[in-house]
């Protein structure tokens, strides 16, 4: 989870400063003043539903009603190769935020297990690119759906029509978002 800490109510959105954290709130109960509130109560809850599912925990907790005895950074780089196609190892450390040893390691550890493969990169012999072998896919998918079902777990009695209308301002969220990094 992330440390960052909860609004008090609705009515708090645009509060101004010094409204302080709600009592029994992460803010409060760490007592540190470098942990700044989010006004927006959106935004506090984007920020925390983010953490929670890119946390190592989750990911890990999610893998394992799987079967899938992966640690996280393996699986995260399964899903990014099975999702976005062939990738060099210095791309991975990228999207990783980590060094290339450390992906050099995950990388040793999933070719050992059979799931990729480092090929030469067609477009600079020099370089080579991580494949997902078809084991690799299957427990790529295999992770992806298991994502999806637990989507459909969580909104379990949720009406069909806020269900749509979630996928829907998450999917508007997600373009503004991407139109935003795309004019900076």
């Not at 470098?34 to 959106?42: A, C, K, N, T």
């Not at 929670?52 to 999610?62: E, I």
């Not at 909104?155 to 269900?163: H, V």
Request: zero cysteines; a neutral charge.
């Amino acid at each position: 989870m992330t440390d960052a800490p909860r609004p008090a109510t609705g009515a708090s959105l645009g509060a101004g400063p010094g409204s302080g954290p709600v009592p029994g709130s992460p803010g409060q109960a760490q007592g540190d003043a470098r942990v700044p509130e989010y006004r927006s109560e959106l935004l506090d809850s984007l920020v925390r539903v983010m953490g929670l599912w890119t946390s190592g925990d989750f990911l890990a907790a999610v893998a394992a009603r799987e079967g899938i005895n992966l640690d996280s950074p393996a699986i995260v780089v399964l899903t990014i190769v099975w999702r976005q196609g062939p990738r060099r190892p210095s791309a991975l450390a990228e999207h990783l935020s980590t060094g290339p040893s450390n992906v050099s390691k995950i990388l040793r550890r999933l070719d050992a297990a059979g799931l990729t493969e480092r090929r030469e990169d067609p477009d600079d012999a020099r370089a080579a690119r991580v494949h997902l072998t078809a084991a690799g896919a299957r427990v790529a998918r295999k992770f992806v759906t298991a994502g999806d079902r637990l989507v459909d777990e969580l909104l379990d009695g949720w009406d069909p029509q806020d269900r749509l209308a979630f996928a829907g301002l998450m999917r508007r969220f997600e373009q503004a978002s991407e139109g935003f990094l795309e004019r900076s």
